[in-house]
């Protein structure tokens, strides 16, 4: 059973930065695609990043040029750095993984239906 646990949440002020990170567990290859999603309070669940295989990477623009997606395959690890937090970057931040069934590629990063696994989600608060 593939599990994916979020760590790394937390509050801070705005302009602050944050590391999330996302452990797999029970999962024996290498996912084609893994990202983080986040849903604020009262809106949809959006795309945030993504990063596939090769280790080619994608941003939500809301996000560019803040914040970093990466992984270490040897720890089965995802991450994502987050710097210049915004108060709109608060939201519960998702991790997700996606075997390739339904893998569309990185531009669509932004579409759920590509990742068969998810975690249970890490609040992260920007506010001063």
């Known amino acids: 059973q593939v599990q994916l646990a979020e760590s790394g949440g937390g509050s801070v002020q705005p302009g602050g930065s944050l590391r999330l990170s996302c452990a797999a567990a029970?999962?024996?290859?290498?996912?084609?695609?893994m990202g983080w999603f986040r849903q604020a309070p009262g809106k949809e669940r959006e795309g945030v990043a993504a990063?596939?295989?090769?280790?080619?990477?994608d941003y939500a623009d809301s996000v560019k040029g803040r914040f970093t997606i990466s992984k270490d395959n040897a720890k089965k690890t995802l991450y994502l750095q987050m710097n210049s937090l915004k108060s709109e970057d608060t939201a519960m931040y998702y991790c997700?993984?996606?075997?390739?069934?339904?893998?569309?590629?990185?531009?669509?990063?932004?579409?759920?239906?590509?990742?068969?696994?998810w975690g249970q989600g890490i609040l992260v608060t920007v506010s001063s």
């Open positions: 990063i596939d295989s090769d280790g080619s990477t």
């Open positions: 029970g999962y024996s290859g290498s996912f084609v695609c």
């Open positions: 997700a993984a996606g075997d390739g069934t339904w893998y569309k590629g990185l531009a669509s990063f932004d579409d759920p239906n590509q990742y068969e696994y």
